[in-house]
């Protein structure tokens, strides 16, 4: 369904760059699950741009909690987030409006929406309706750790530039919680920003990738066909703006293993059963193991661009080049990242929910 | 929902490897389309194990459709495809019943399923169920063609023998589509044959990756958020067994990009409107713009060994080891490349049903 | 969605009467559910015509589980029944094939299918499909019992003749499990059935009123908007084939009634909340209170007669008459009453493994 | 899905009576079609209080549309409707937080959301969010408007008050679509006000049945199993707060006819399918015929009474009694008409949609 996603805990998305207002309801939850805006406010500061390397608008992204939250605690009813706009120049785009941006959604959105989208700044399209679903996010985020699920994500690579692999999940998920550029080595923060900042010096834009380990998910959640725990991730990773790859476990790189390299031997912890190498990702057979879930996002570079490009009117169907002016992200990579983290917790809350019943999320 | 797929047009499959029969329910069709039986029938042979490199476990997978076609044609009413199992020895897997085959789904079954499972040979969660998924998707991916769209799937690679990339797809999807083991370099089809043989000789199992290309979808389907185009294949993609990655047009490749070099420009081809490259994959902003959509999955080798693999004994809690008697595939990238398409063809079939309505797929 | 329903739980049905197979894919159920097949062939028994109140059409409803049950237990993925049509004579329809019989579906099959449906028998709007939903539906009213939670459903009446009113559930419930014509009040029957077979002597037919109590409902399940306990039985119970009317608790009688005569008063009995009166039927606010949940279902008399009506042919477009040959019920009431057993224990087995988890129903 | 209805076009609710501000989330419109904010405020008048016979409650229901919508056409992005809360007397009903109203909400919100629901004025439960139901229904009344396809509600009856049957379906509908208090016999107008007034002065409140036609609708639009346009119908009435009963065309008095009664003979009228009665409600096996969609809904008399009623105290688990202060319609048989009609539109755009295509709603 469109807009909404989710079978037990389900989010629908509204708004436009330009327009009023956009939003988040968020439905399905438990009764009873704490809401604290602090949080949700530090959740939305993470996805803002932050310093040189990001775009120059500037918006508070203050929400209002409009329904469903009754003295700090959900009522289990719907709640429903709006996020006023107001900072919005819309006289920057308006010499797009009918030259596509390559690799953007301007034509398709002409295509579907016969010319009647709101297309200002990107419209339902823009990355800044992500702000709602962080917004929405946040809330699960924090339910989740009450229930010794931690989600987080680092920056696993801008450009040519790396940080190191996960080591110490508890140690790590807990440092990337502290942080607004997240990067596990912090050595090469300055790698990265330089990548972005001689991108951004081109008129040109960089992309990255995105790790993220999720740890504390009980075992036996998810659904051998169609609603195993990769579909449902993917379903949900894949509609946040610029992700063009999702893998899990040791990914693409498993088509090159046998399967006595890939195979994640089991062994007994005491009285848990663990695997010793987590190749599997802490799925098998689309069915959480126990083991930390882990999978990898590639983020495409910015397709807004302040150099040139070859393109085309499609309104006037003829060839074209296009500079563009406005504010725009050089790299999303790293705001990217705490959109993932929302999504991941509004997936795996689903399916908890659908597997446990709606007051499991609430139950202390 | 779990063993459903499809929102206009539905996939609902049953069946464990042992039991009586597996089989699918293809919902939501257009009446007047089409039924071929020899077409599944070849769909079905190109999924069914041929020579040395599969497993010896021979099922001739002979279907019944008992429901929805009539005089050869769709009715518009729930198609019912059973496909009965005949050839089972499930005296073979007895040893298995409670020690985990690493990266499989024996532990993880158990944990949903609290021992109810029906494991004989992977049960629900065997690869055997998707000769059920062929038999629906074979219907409409006869379907689609008559309406241009065509879908066909190569072996990108396997192990580290890769095939050449896609070139002229006229060309490519006719000469695939007449192919047993689908590579388009044929110089490269005995290297990988060797790669599996080798495997197979030592117990082990190799993995490789798939890329699909789809040409004739229209532009102007998918939706921004959450049914995005690469949101509800991948949620499909993933569902296949041992699936652990999908990228759509550059994929993980992009994140090493700048823009200008990732960003496809428009241009105009006549009337039409085209890009000179394809990175994004056909997909902008989630919607379909008109170009093929390309996308590869990861396929992870068999997780079942004939070589001994350290594991646990789940109900008994305690390390042990385990070496596979059975029937057991060395590789299966080059049988679920019918599955990809399969899938793929359910999913477009889908969203096209959606987009325009619930003839269209039936109209000439 | 088409021929599925149900979120947590749900059923898929498919076939024609007069195809190879009808049946039922029952998805969603926890694992360990005892699957009584004698318990399915009463069930299916009490659906099937009885004496000479009935069609000849006699098949006996030998159905077959394909999957999802393993020594017979369900094992927590899909069940699929088949029952296959032997006795279908379909000579008997060819006249009716473009005429069309006055308030049946032929002619708005024609309008949604164009001609591609099989029409033979009804097809797949043949009251025959009742049978699977009822073989889906028995293993649900079994694990229901378990649970605590009984339904029952008594013939309210058969045109003008009255069956009394619900008194003593327990009791009333226990005698209604065991008879095939389920009236609480046994002076009545011979009367109920000499209306039917005066209609049936005049070739003509008669339709009736059902009523059914469910006691041993939690309290606090189903949702405020949308998918109220009322809402999601009404869905379910108007695709049961001859439903025209669905009321609960007082019904349409409310409508007359001042709030004070209409209102439940509450008291306590003992630690237990109960209501004086169930005007209510045992739901507010869309929310089980606890109390009985009842409801009646008006049953129209069957469409086609053997008396000769005005009608089209709705190929040649022109006025007609028809007079059915073939084997048609003059009364489906009693027969109904079986039906709506069946899907009132599917959309209640639903909401509460929506509400409890999915385990929830194989719990002891 | 709780709080969210439909496939193709969906429809989400949020808010509490005395919370910050309710809303509605409208999602899957076609492009194009027209937004006349002033038949917005209409539709929305209809609904809200008139005079003596209602509560005292005056708020003006201001709403905004802060997405999807833009130069006064959709976008075909979700269009969020928010209506801020503005008279809201919270401590009207502080006595009331743990004694329950007999036959509201108030005890089985409790048994659902534990005591963390915003019990203030019904909360999530109120007849104040169906303010938002119309705000997003007029929408589609008046696309369906230009689709040719039109709806009106009637009050059947009030108490034992009795409006004509509905006759010249045109003239009537066009009558109804001017009226505040929807009467189609003027001379019924001061008796059913008595009924009301009577009522209220005693502290009463009283129910009634509203009968509702729609004319325009295509044929071969539902679906035979699940999907029924009874079905989808009735789960969207049923959950419009105090419906207790929904019947289609003949309604129950069809369970007391012969089938040579209730039958509805076909006959050519020119070039069209017609019938000479329409006791099937224009719709025969879940389908469209083409004829009026003609159906009743049962009204309950409002919970709340002014008048001391018996009832428990469901925290501290005693008998108690409870005379409501605050403001309560003693009817609400006349506003509901509207919330009628708004989710007839609502569910009819739906099945359309789904059948058509996301396009067609918005095409001339």
Known sequence: MKNTFGNSISVTLFGESHGKAIGAVLDGLAPGIEVDEEFIKNILARRRPVGAISTARREPDNFEIVSGVFYGKTTGTPICIVIPNTDTRSGDYSAMRSVARPSHADYTAYCKYHGFEDARGGGHFSGRITAALC??????????NKKGIYIATHIKSIGEVSDREFGDLDSDITKLS?????????????????????????????????ETAVVGMPTGVGEPWFD?????????????????????????AI?????????????????????????SGGIN?????????????AVRPTPTLMAEQQTVDFKNKCD??????????PCIVHRARTVIDCVTAITLSDMLASRFGTDWLGEK
Not at 230 to 236: D, F, G, N, T
Not at 264 to 278: A, L, R, S
Not at 285 to 297: D, E, H, K, L, S
């Open 135 to 144: 917004a929405a996010g946040a809330i699960l985020l924090s339910a989740l």
């Open 178 to 210: 502290n942080m607004d550029f997240a990067v596990l080595d912090d050595s090469m923060v300055n790698a990265m920003i330089s990548e972005i900042t001689d991108a951004k010096n081109e008129g040109d834009s960089i992309g990255g990738v995105l």
């Open 228 to 252: 195993s725990t990769e579909s449902l991730l993917s379903h949900a990773l894949f509609s946040v703006p610029a992700i063009k790859g999702v893998e899990f476990g040791a990914g693409f």
């Open 255 to 279: 088509s090159k293993m046998r399967g006595s390299q890939a195979n994640d031997p089991f062994y007994m912890d005491g009285e848990c059963i663990k695997t010793k190498t987590n190749n």
């Open 285 to 297: 057979g689309g069915i959480t193991n126990g083991m930390p879930i882990v999978f990898r996002c």
């Open 320 to 329: 074209t080049t296009l500079a563009a002016a406005g504010r725009h992200d």
